[in-house]
């Protein structure tokens, strides 16, 4: 194989792993001339791929889909077939395969002409998964391949999304990771007008809007990556519901709370208002555990599940109030029963 050949694929990959690419970036990962990169996107061009130059200091290059499918030694009807695949196992619960499927998807998608997706999406909207595969939340494919582009190449995005309770708004974020936990999939992202970071249900965004203005990734753990996406899934309508309203201000509940503090909002300086719940009024109590050692508290359990918490902890009070029951050895030796010998 020539040098240019090998160039040429060389930048193909390139062009493949991100949206974006500066002229100058180019040339310095292929140790050419800026001018040599010019001639290999000609190249490239020719061959069918169709790469979209700026102008200007901010300017470079990116891949686009052209109007015939590159040559990928796959035929449409092959190209197609794998597309909806990677749709199908993009919305399943994958072990270890999830970043893989998505990478893949929009490679894939990011090459292939308004006509072979077209039937990409017709085709992959008439399969159904069957039970046993696990899927409980529609999720759009075409959603998860934006965000995972987005994603690795730090794009700064608008989300048009659509919470529990039907309330649509618009949502500047910097996508950090995307992820499926349960059977829902979820994106972690810096959201800009609050500061701070949000988890999104991705079957909530309607539509993902490409800014091409890319941004620097805050500091995060992976741990606080999983903790954050633990939290966001666990986030669900539950059976009993309920609030506390604590003496203690916002900050200092979510300091020590950290990422269980969501939902948490002030009701005055010194007071700050905490939703828990869970399965049974069991579940709900052990929320109220949480509430720091000292801090005083006044709920909204519901009834009847509140007589029932009543009544359990009056009975608790009742057990810890009487004395101790006897060790059965002792009762043994009141008795004048000989001790056990182990």
Known sequence: MSDTTSRALALLNLLQTHRHWPGGELAARLGVTERTVRRDVDRLRELGYRVESTPGSAGGYRLEAGSALPPLLLTDDEAVTMAIGLRVAATQQLSGGADLTLTALAKLEQVLPPALRQRVHALAASIQTTPGMGVAITVSPAVLGELALATRDTERLRLRYVDAE??????????????????????????????????????????????????????????????????????????????????????????????????????????????????????????????????????????????????????????????????????????????QHT
Request: hydrophobic share 40%; proline share 7%.
């Open 166 to 339: 039907g309330r649509e708004s618009i949502r500047r974020v910097e996508p950090h990771a995307l992820a499926p936990a349960g059977r829902k999939w979820f994106v972690l992202c810096w959201d800009l007008d609050r500061d701070d970071w949000r988890t999104f249900r991705v079957d909530r965004i309607e539509s993902v809007e490409h800014t091409r203005v890319l941004f620097s990734r805050h500091e995060i753990s992976a741990e606080e990556v999983d903790e954050l996406i633990a939290v966001a899934a666990s986030w669900t309508p539950q059976k009993v519901e309920a609030d506390a309203v604590m003496e203690l201000p916002l900050a200092e509940v979510q300091a020590q709370f950290g990422p269980w503090a969501q939902g948490a909002t002030a009701e005055d300086v010194g007071h700050t208002r905490w939703p828990f719940g869970g399965a049974d009024w069991r579940e709900a109590m052990y929320g109220m555990l949480w509430i720091p050692e000292g801090v005083e508290y006044t709920t909204t359990f519901p009834e009847p599940e509140r007589a029932a918490l009543r009544e359990a902890l009056g009975r608790m009070l009742r057990a810890l109030d009487a004395p101790a029951p006897r060790d059965p050895q002792s009762s043994a030796d009141a008795l004048g029963y000989p001790r």
